[in-house]
């Protein structure tokens, strides 16, 4: 029997009993637990993998699989063959690629292997010489590779992860590292998901319109030349992969056979999913998706894998990008749901707001508003140089490079680095239930964030001193050397379901048509409201939300939305001071339909859940885009070869 066929008889479906140990603990700890989202189901999906009763945060292995292409003498992509080699060595010489930037940032061990890079590399250090071949044959000339090199690349992804996981790794991130990979894996996928060469073809490292037509007929002639049995994964590979598509296939079997889990990244990890699939559909239950990848095609690939993305970020790039972050996303929850089993209830930092406080005039607040610097221009323009001439396609990190721009414009630093963090939550304490308390304070500490809890006065005040308190606090954490702050809230009552506050601002907004917020923000105005129109408490703590904005923005910090109702606080904020804008990151996509602006959102968990967990989570998402801006290095750095075709040719130097 050989390995192969003996890794696919060791694969078992998930453990029953593990996630349902899991899931009751759940359920008898929280109200709620649909508003942790998709993290319960990432969770449970992990102990099944695991089979622990209190799943333990794994142990993690970046397998950066390189390898040359045949076809990439097509002219497919933006960037020379020899490409392939400098990145190599860039990952283990210069060690700027984005995969180390974001292997630090997971804590996740990182290997590199050569399945088939067309030059002799000689002795790198730490290069792991697994090359089947100097490259693959021109698929679009006939078959890429023989069915024993096929084999061979499947049974040495299986063979390194029996070697790691004999290390007590048991979270596998692949990447890939390949001139022309994408070509391969368009074919791939348009054989295994039924798409046309049009629907399977993208840009990859960001081509232009010429040769994104060319890619296309080269995907269209493979097809025709190639004649590929979609039913045989071995057949597919063969006649159209790449050495590291199949070592990542192999990766993936061997994972599941060890039970051991794979998060994939985009789109060339998932043209390498499908054929293990093909293999044994029973691989799906041991994986993991992560983000929804510019390539047109990769949705089609996660819904033929029944995997859901987590998060739009707008990446291009293969080198475990999506798939680092999200992993870390579930460091917190498993940190979470760690505490969620123990009876320890954490003990918050709490403070009251100034009880007393001096009226605040509308053209007080006008002219505060007035004075909020737009961001500095300078610095983000040499923030974005420094990125665009990265170790990587031109613009492939999407949003990641949006978040490092706008935070270089917040600080007036081309190059910021660690940044102190601060969550404040609204809420008492006495109504704040202990599962509330353990969430946050997990994923706060999960963020490196401090929090505190924020006691407001009994309704007596009006809305525009409730606005000027929120100022005040902003100013006080400002002071305090507070460069990011997180702007949470949490239920009214200890015994409320997770979730309801923010159920209730959604029901009562979609049932007026969203006429609620121009009501709320023709109050706010009033230079006074009587005694006899107390505002209620919901709408004083609206107000200091939107001061803490407008005021944390005034002092220059970047502003971390939670869940819903700070997302309504925001947009009353930006509707009163339009630079305020330029100061949010929003975390996560709401329920049903957002507050119609246009600031990007990144996350895609349906969480309900407040109480500065979801902030907590986007503080994540600056810390991955400043180890991108601080840990990588530049072409001239690591004598990488630049591009020469598309919006990287001339931008790029070296």
């Not at 984005?98 to 996740?108: D, G, H, I, Q, T």
């Not at 790691?164 to 074919?187: D, K, R, V, W």
């Not at 051991?260 to 998932?270: K, Q």
Request: aromatic share 4%; charged share 20%.
């Amino acid at each position: 029997m050989n390995l192969l066929t003996q890794t696919i008889k060791n694969i078992k479906p998930l453990d029953e009993k593990a996630i349902h140990d899991v899931q009751k603990k759940l359920s008898d700890t929280m109200t709620n637990v649909e508003g942790l989202g998709y993290l319960k189901s990432i969770l449970l999906n992990y102990a099944g993998i695991s089979g622990e009763k209190i799943p333990s945060e794994p142990k993690k292995c970046t397998i950066i699989s390189c390898a040359d292409h045949g076809v990439a003498e097509m002219k497919v992509s933006a960037y020379p063959p020899e490409t392939t080699v400098h990145m190599t060595k860039n990952y283990l010489i210069s060690k700027g690629a984005v995969a180390n930037a974001l292997a630090n940032f997971s804590k996740s061990h990182m290997v590199v292997v050569d399945m088939g890079i067309a030059a002799p590399m000689g002795k790198i250090p730490g290069l792991l010489d697994r090359k089947i071949a100097l490259g693959t044959k021109n698929c679009a000339k006939g078959a890429a590779m023989s069915r024993l090199e096929a084999l061979q690349s499947l049974h040495t992804g299986i063979e390194l992860v029996q070697k790691y996981t004999a290390q007590g790794y048991h979270c596998f991130l692949p990447g890939e590292m390949g001139i022309a990979n994408t070509t391969s894996s368009a074919a791939i996928v348009a054989c295994l998901c039924d798409l046309s060469p049009e629907e399977a073809t993208g840009r990859g490292t960001n081509i232009s319109d010429e040769r994104l037509k060319v890619k296309i007929d080269v995907v269209r002639q493979t097809l025709a030349v190639n004649q590929p049995n979609p039913a045989d994964g071995i057949d597919v590979l063969m006649k159209l992969g790449g050495f590291e598509l199949g070592c990542i296939a192999g990766i993936i079997l061997g994972a599941a056979a060890n039970r051991a889990f794979v998060v994939l990244d985009g789109f060339n990890t998932g043209a390498a999913a499908l054929i293990a699939a093909t293999l044994c559909p029973t691989v799906k239950e041991y994986l993991m998706g992560s983000h929804l990848a510019a390539e047109p095609a990769h949705q089609a690939i996660l819904e033929k894998l029944n995997l859901q993305p987590y998060m739009d970020m707008h990446f291009r790039l293969g080198e475990a990008t999506g798939s680092s972050i999200i992993i870390n996303l579930l460091d917190g929850m498993l940190l979470a749901y760690t505490a969620l089993t123990k009876d320890h209830i954490p003990d918050l930092f709490c403070c009251q707001s100034e009880k007393t406080l001096l009226p605040l005039t509308t053209q007080e607040l006008q002219e505060y508003n007035d004075t909020i610097r737009p961001l500095h221009l300078s610095s983000m323009e040499k923030c974005q140089l420094r990125i665009d001439n990265l170790c990587k396609p031109i613009y492939s990190l999407g949003r990641l490079e949006e978040i490092a721009v706008k935070i270089a414009g917040i600080t007036a630093s081309a190059k910021p680095n660690i940044l102190q963090k601060r969550i404040l939550c609204f809420g008492s304490k006495a109504n704040m239930s202990s599962t509330q308390q353990k969430l946050t304070a997990a994923f706060a500490q999960h963020a490196n964030a401090k929090v505190t809890l924020i006691e407001l006065p009994k309704p007596s005040q009006d809305l525009l001193t409730a606005i000027k308190g929120g100022m005040l606090l902003a100013e006080k954490e400002i002071r305090q050397g507070t460069q990011i702050i997180g702007i949470a809230t949490t239920e009214n009552q200890r015994h409320d379901i997770c979730g309801t506050k923010v159920k209730q601002a959604l029901q009562k907004l979609l049932t007026t048509n969203y006429i609620e917020l121009t009501i709320f923000k023709d109050r706010l105005l009033k230079p006074h409201t009587p005694a006899s129109e107390t505002p209620a408490a919901n709408d004083i703590e609206l107000a200091y939300m939107i001061g803490l904005i407008l005021g944390a923005a005034h002092g220059g910090a970047l502003i971390v939305l939670d869940n819903f109702i700070s997302e309504i606080a925001a947009k009353i904020a930006i509707d009163l001071a339009p630079n305020v804008k330029d100061y949010i990151l929003r975390t996560e996509t709401p329920p049903a339909s957002a507050l119609d602006w246009d600031i990007p959102s990144y996350l895609n968990l349906n969480m309900t859940t407040g109480g500065g967990c979801i902030a907590a989570l986007g503080m994540k998402l600056v810390d991955a885009s400043l180890h991108m801006l601080n840990d990588m290095k530049t072409f001239t750095e690591a004598s990488v070869a630049v591009a020469n075709d598309g919006p990287g040719a001339g931008r790029q130097k070296i």
